[in-house]
């Protein structure tokens, strides 16, 4: 049972609601009771995210790589798992250092997962809204404002039902057209290691 601690710990990052990772963040990086905050602050370093939009963009992109690097784990394993056990008693066999290891057994067989690992990161990233809404609100001003908060802000707020629909469709257009041209990548990776009919 204890085996399962280690990812356990490491997943729960992708358990926690959207809103909530937000709110813990903002929590976090205050510098009355948060950690972050108050040790930036013991080491004389002013830290606000209602302020600078500095200090917002770097508290953002923290959250994100926190709550979404669990995920990208879980599937280096389990890419890592899949690799057959011959690869590594033929480098046992050739004495290969750890590092030739990695990088001829495991980084080439790991090249399709981490693909399709930045695809979906790539594809929420147009989707993100809660986090940062709860984190900044799109402040300071509008620094921190995603264009999924613009699209949120004209439907919802504006009533401009028109213009944010046409907003939607090539908000769609252009993650489709990102995620064929990564399908397509990896298609073709698969048919320069795998050619058909070859002699």
Not at 55 to 73: E, G, K, N, S
């Amino acid at each position: 049972m204890l085996a399962f601690l280690p990812a356990l710990l490491i997943t729960l990052p992708l358990l926690i609601p959207w809103n909530v990772v937000g709110s813990i963040w903002q929590i976090f990086t205050r510098g009355d009771i948060g950690l972050m905050g108050w040790g930036l602050r013991q080491l004389g370093l002013e830290y606000n995210i209602t302020r600078n939009a500095g200090d917002a963009w770097v508290t953002i992109i923290l959250m994100d790589v926190w709550h979404w690097t669990p995920l990208v784990a879980m599937l280096c394993y389990s890419g890592l798992r899949s690799i057959p056990e011959a690869y590594y008693q033929a480098a046992r066999i050739d004495r290969a250092s750890k590092w030739a290891v990695f990088r001829y057994i495991q980084l080439p067989k790991l090249t399709n997962v981490l693909v399709i690992a930045v695809l979906l990161r790539f594809m929420h990233s147009f989707m993100i809204y809660a986090e940062p809404f709860v984190l900044t609100g799109g402040g300071p001003g509008s620094s921190t404002t995603f264009l999924s908060q613009s699209l949120a802000t004209m439907a919802i707020g504006q009533q401009d039902l028109g213009p944010s629909a046409a907003f939607s469709i090539i908000y769609f257009l252009v993650i489709l057209l990102v995620s064929w041209v990564f399908y397509t990548a990896i298609m073709n990776m698969q048919k320069d290691k795998h050619p058909q009919g070859g002699a």
